[in-house]
């Protein structure tokens, strides 16, 4: 990457048994917002800590804007970061909040008053600077915590997790507010979140995580629509879950047998035929057909999700498939529906342990 600015090198972190982070190379752009997205305990609080040098990593280095910090402390990396709980000082103003980093530096009130200013301009927070954190709403503590990772103008921003105290319209209106800076600012923003949602309206590229590895990295466009493996395959969106037999693989497809179905899927490496397979398909991928269906079955549900549908219908075998679609489709409950979808629309993979 020509733009590089953060690199992690085969970075490495084990607590006891644990493997926090196991050899994660990463490369983040001049003007990135990157998400990190992944569940619980997979590693990216501790993955931030590395970088921000609030822990040191067992083995690999860390470099911003080509220069290994790996060793310096945390105050000389000209880092900012935002973490979830906001962590504000209840007995001080906004504006003291705020100006915290700086004083830290050593830097009068008088010194700092400019700073001050254009960050509160920045976040919105203007007028509100005598305040004390109590009488702030939720969404006005977050742009204090927001101001204080900013007001040293670092060359990075790590936030960890800095939405999810916050009910969902506040949230909607934050990331936009967020996705805001970052451009104004022209620095790398490392968004970490266990919400799919978030990181895909947030970020250009993203992780995915799971156990300490980054399991697969790229633009998010790529991650939704061409999983590199069945985790991410099955960590984003929510996709139906076919398993079955693999009856042939061709030009880089495979020929599914499900319960006395078959169908066409992107197969992945590792597949054969006499093998077993677990076919991913996102609800959106799937639609009605009224010729050349390759399932049939009956509309059992329809739940209104606002600007779409999810239509349960329960094929004749008795499984039941999810399809996202319209919300207006003239389709009543009971009717005979067919279903298809397009072969590169599905993800085929080995099923581990059951071939
Ligand atoms: N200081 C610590 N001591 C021991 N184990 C730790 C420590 N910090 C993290 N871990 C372990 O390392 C793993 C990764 O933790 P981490 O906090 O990085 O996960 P996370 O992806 O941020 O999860 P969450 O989404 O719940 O915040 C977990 O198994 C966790 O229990
Ligand atoms: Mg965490």
Not at 49 to 73: C, Q, S, W
Not at 306 to 330: N, R
Request: proline letters at 5%; aromatic letters at 8%; glycine letters at 10%.
């Amino acid at each position: 990457m020509s733009d590089c600015m953060l690199r992690l090198q085969s970075v490495t972190k084990r607590f006891g048994t644990t493997m926090a982070a196991e050899s994660v190379s990463l490369e983040v752009g001049q003007t990135e917002l990157f998400a990190l997205l992944g569940p619980s305990g997979s590693g990216k609080t501790t993955l931030l800590r590395i970088i921000a040098g609030l822990d040191a990593p067992d083995e690999g280095r860390v470099l911003i804007g080509g220069r290994d910090v790996t060793r310096l402390p945390p105050y000389r990396r000209g880092i900012g970061m935002v973490f979830q709980d906001f962590l504000l000082f209840p007995h001080k103003t906004v504006a003291e909040n705020i100006a915290f980093p700086l004083k830290m530096q050593g830097k009068s009130r008088a010194e700092t008053a400019d700073d001050l200013k254009w960050v509160s301009q920045l976040v919105r927070l203007t007028g509100l600077e005598e305040r004390y954190p109590h009488e702030l709403s939720g969404g006005q503590k977050q742009r204090v915590a927001l101001a204080r990772g900013l007001v040293s103008r670092p060359s990075l921003l790590l936030l960890d997790e800095p939405l999810a105290n916050l009910d969902r319209e506040l949230r909607k209106r934050m990331e936009v507010e967020i996705r805001r800076f970052q451009l104004e600012l022209g620095i790398p923003f490392i968004y970490v979140t266990h919400n799919q949602e978030e990181a895909l309206t947030m970020a250009s590229r993203m992780a995915v995580m799971r156990e300490g590895c980054l399991e697969q990295i790229g633009d998010k466009l790529a991650l939704y629509h061409r999983p590199a493996t069945a985790f991410v395959a099955a960590f984003l969106g929510s996709p139906n879950t076919f398993e079955g037999d693999v009856v042939g693989v061709e030009d880089g497809r495979a020929e599914i047998a499900w319960h006395g179905h078959r169908f066409w899927s992107r197969a992945h490496d590792g597949l054969a035929p006499g093998l077993r397979a677990v076919c991913y398909v996102k609800s959106e991928k799937i639609a009605f057909a009224s010729s050349g269906a390759a399932l049939a079955g009956r509309l059992r549900d329809t739940i209104f999700k606002g600007q779409y549908a999810d239509y349960l219908v329960c094929l004749d075998d008795g499984h039941e498939i999810t399809v996202s679609a319209a919300p207006d489709l003239c389709h009543r409950p009971g009717e005979a529906v067919g279903i298809t979808w397009a072969a590169d629309d599905g993800d085929a993979f080995p099923a581990v342990g059951k071939e």
